[in-house]
């Protein structure tokens, strides 16, 4: 069994974001305990002010050890430091700050049992419990097989703390007799908890955390939720989150030998990825990460002049990048636009942007993914991912698609095909994203994924001469962003939408920008 962890890394979140990629793990293949090096254990029996039951041994295997490939945590009947029960709280020597996390656990079942996966700041930033914020991807009472939750808390110091978060969740089968993946998704906006993929709850953090009581512990929107946390697992015996009118009076060890299924189990923990890229947009024509397309394009008989860094067709404006497209002479050509290419790149990884659409005849926005080096030939043998397309007059339908195979016209292209949604994508901001490993290329629509394609085999199309010698190729290489709008061209064949704009039609427009609020790139160690 193994845990692993996709965050994202605070140090190089700078203006642009970037994809998760899998920063930490563990196994758990090994015997006893686990590793020192990975974790280390509380003891005691003080239930940390929540009056618990048990005492917390420091890694004595009859409350924890390493069993065919899973981690047990063993919640026993057993005296020990005054308390009738014994029970392991165990947590990661590492910390981050960001991430998706995820757990496939299996969680134990009897009266006043407390599984809990969760996490904690590493340093205590903002104060004591709980100023410096706490984060739940998973709490269950062992007499509710059926019950999760996910909870946030935050606000001031005790007792000027507040909580959010899911409440109870009951589902229609037991987390006590199978695994379940329990994942829990941060950043600078939000916290989503997920179960088997399907998220049930999701927190806002953007935004003044404190609980109006005592004093304001935070100066910035996100506090305390923007510092390193790290995993803590165990099971606690009974106390404060039982309350005696609900649950009856506390669990004695006379009851405790009727206990189902005293031990958590857990296949893996996940980090899934790590934040190594971001751009907030922030700062108006940051050149330290972005590079301009100048010029008439020809590609595609598209009709728009790309210029550079001209504030008329891309500029900053309170935290998003505008890309506008206008209707105006340029070098022969009757509209204008821009066109932005990241000077960074990355092999596979998670990339996300979150933006709204423009809408009107014939534009064209993309965000897609180039190779920073035809190292397999001039296009498309060197690939292509394009992870939004979408056209101006059909503002409900976006596409995504892969191009490779040889230098055309040897090309092929697979992708998502037009994708209708229930939404006006010019409307109101989305999150488009694509996950790239070795095996698949994914697209998502604001965190579900509505595609696939396996790049596990060979890419070739079977015309003119073979570019590549391993499976995977051309999509084993750097990539980098670019962002655009284009104006008509063969994206929009006259059969379908009639002839090409015209300056005139453009006054028309309904709306020639598109914004985007920020991207992301999260990849995988």
Known sequence: MFMRIFVLSAALVVSCRADWQLVWSDEFNGSGAPSAGEWHYETGGSGWGNNELEYYTNGDTNNVRQEGGHLVINAKVHEQGGKHFTSTRMLSNKAWTYGKFEARAKLPKGKHLWPAIWMMPQN????????????????????????????????GSAPNNVWSGSGEKTYGFDFTADFHTFTLEWNQQTIKWSIDGNEYHSENINRNMWSHKGTNPYNHNVAPFDQAFHWILNIA???????????GPQ????????????????????????????????VDGNDSEWKYSSGAWTTNNELQYYASKRKENTRVEKGHLIIEAKAEEKDGRHFTSARLTSKKAWTYGKFECRARLPKGKHLWPAIWLMPQNNEFGKWAASGEIDIMEYRGQRTDTIAGAIHYGGVAPDTVSKGTKDRKFSTDFSATFHTFGLTWDKNDIKWFLDGKEFHTENINRDMWSGKGTNPYK??????NKDFHW??????????????????Q???????????????VDWLRVYQQK
């Open 124 to 155: 205590s930033v903002y104060g004591p419990w709980a100023a410096s914020g706490e984060i739940d991807i998973m709490e269950a009472r062992g007499q509710k097989p059926n019950v999760v939750q996910g909870t946030i808390h935050y606000g």
């Open 237 to 247: 015996v009974g106390g404060n989150f039982f309350p005696e009118g609900q649950y």
């Open 251 to 282: 669990v004695t060890p006379a009851e405790a030998q009727h206990w189902e299924k005293p031990t958590m189990e857990i296949d893996y923990l996940r980090g899934n990825w790590q934040l190594v890229w971001s751009d907030e947009f922030n």
């Open 470 to 475: 391993h499976k995977g190729e051309p999509y």
């Open 482 to 499: 670019i962002l655009n709008i284009a104006v008509g061209g063969k994206f929009f064949p006259e059969k379908v939408f009639g002839p």
């Open 501 to 515: 704009v015209t300056a005139g039609e453009a006054t028309k427009w309904e709306k020639p920008t598109m914004e």
